[in-house]
């Protein structure tokens, strides 16, 4: 791995582990503490979510420098198509849990603006975004090594959901995968960040408004229309990049090292 690779490197690991950290230790206190003087916990959380960030800001601003800061993390992306096309592809998610499941009265604002809007930018913009697409787009590192500690620390944070060994083990598969198949969708998008921002908040939200599962696992009827609305992305996209006669960013040139030469030109365009 060449120097510029081993910078960008220990400045994406130092500077997540610095949120990570922070975030494990201080996050809950502070959110209580913003939320004392506003009083709504869905701004609140917003609000804690994106003060944690600062350290990711801090590294995105060492390896890029301000001109490029929204283009190195993919909010330079087309916001339209990061909105319609992960529509499209839930509505399977969204048509078959309303047939299937009953609404969920209890759902509120404040439930959205956590489990939905912060949930999806925030995780999207700080696992993917950052953690990923440094690691993907600026290192010679290729798509498995990129998105590995990601995934598992994506999968880990979401544990909290059971007690039961067996269902623990789903949620962290489930989760693991799914942080997996954000990753691809960013990068076969043009590293367009709004896609999986909006995939991830159209899920979560479908899966609340109807009860589609106690935790993240879900169950039968729940996963059917969950799969059915990835193996859609997964298939349009395919088709949407021959069509446009695009080749595929995730091959077996790009799984594990990437050639010098491919990062030059990456950086060059």
Known sequence: MDAKSLRVLWITLLSFAIYFVL?????????KWINEYINQIGVSH???????GIPLLLGSLLIHHFRNLLSSLGLNGSLAKGFLFPLLCTLPMLIGYAIVFEFNPEINLSLILISAVSAAFFEELYFRGFLFGQLYRFTQLGFLPSILLGAIVFALIHLYQSQDPLTLLGIF????LGAILFAWLYAEW????WIPIFLHLFMNLFWMMFSAGENALGGVYSNVFRILTIVLAIVLTILYKRKKGMKLEVTKSTLWMKKREILIERSAG
Request: charge should be negative; aromatic fraction near 24%; glycine fraction near 0%.
């Open 173 to 176: 598969l489930t989760t693991f």
């Open 23 to 31: 975030d494990d230790l201080y996050f809950h206190s502070l959110r």
């Open 190 to 193: 043009n590293f367009n960040i």
């Open 46 to 52: 917003i609000i804690t979510y994106s003060v944690f």
